[in-house]
């Protein structure tokens, strides 16, 4: 369980998928990711694949919610009360320095939206198969206000004169996540030996009393896709 007034927390979530779950899912992201990546919508689409995220087209795909599907409800109930999922899930490939997230709270992120989330906290789950050894996230630790935002390169937001002292790194294992608040400041970072070739998921989720009215969302705790005036679908498209 999660206490949903915090908003400046880490937590590495160990366990949290079924590996051979994950695994069959990224090999649907290896499987259909050239074909899809090639299918650019618009400008905005563009731009996401220059920095390693997906085309909406990429997105749009109900396998990338088994991991949840698979999940325990024991497992589900570490991110209580945060159960609705944004839709549709974030993608990555991250290949190249153009491709590190500079460091940034996701409530920079979210101002950037036409609608905004009150609060909300992402649930990041690498796909490699040794995501220890592979690009990661860099957290500052402590209590932290929400800072000015401003665009770096591709990247719509970033903090200006970052200058962090207290630094923390996770060994991830297969399966792991990193679960962390809306205002913890992070970044991403090359694996130890330097390289940069690391798929992953960005959940974001929210407790059902913060969520939007007329979007969708995936509910951990049924494996619906829901909004708040009731409705419910298998997918949303
Ligand atoms: O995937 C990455 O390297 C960065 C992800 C990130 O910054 C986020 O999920 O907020």
Redesign the pocket.
Same mark, same amino acid.
């Given at each position: 369980m999660l206490s949903p007034e915090s908003r400046c927390f880490v937590r590495h979530e160990q366990g949290l998928f079924d590996p051979g779950v994950l695994a069959a899912v990224r090999a649907c992201f290896v499987t259909e990711e050239t074909r899809r990546q090639a299918r650019v919508a618009d400008a905005t689409d563009a731009r996401r694949v220059e920095i390693g995220a997906a085309t909406v087209d990429f997105r749009m795909d109900a396998r990338w919610y088994d991991p949840w599907r698979h999940a325990t409800p024991e497992r589900i109930a570490r991110l209580w009360p945060f159960t609705w999922l944004l839709f549709p899930v974030?993608l *990555?490939h991250?290949t190249a320095v153009s491709h590190?997230?500079p460091w =940034?709270q996701?409530a920079g992120?979210a101002r950037l939206m036409p609608r905004r989330h009150a609060r909300l906290i @992402?649930c990041?789950v690498p796909l490699e198969p040794s995501p220890g050894a592979c690009?990661s996230?860099e957290f500052a630790e402590g209590d932290h206000d929400e800072y000015p935002h401003q665009p770096d390169g591709l990247h719509g937001a970033a903090l200006a004169a970052p200058g962090f002292d207290r630094l923390r790194r996770f060994t991830l294992a297969f399966g792991d996540a990193l679960v962390f608040g809306d205002l913890t400041p =992070? *970044? @991403?970072i090359a694996a130890p030996d330097g390289r940069i070739d690391r798929r992953?998921f960005?959940y974001r989720l929210v407790t059902p009393a913060d969520a939007l009215p007329d979007k969708d969302y995936f509910n951990l705790e049924d494996g619906w896709f829901v909004r708040t005036d009731g409705s419910r679908r298998e997918f949303p498209l």
């Open positions: 974030q *990555r991250i590190l997230v =940034h996701d992120y @992402t990041f690009a996230l =992070h *970044r @991403t992953s960005e």
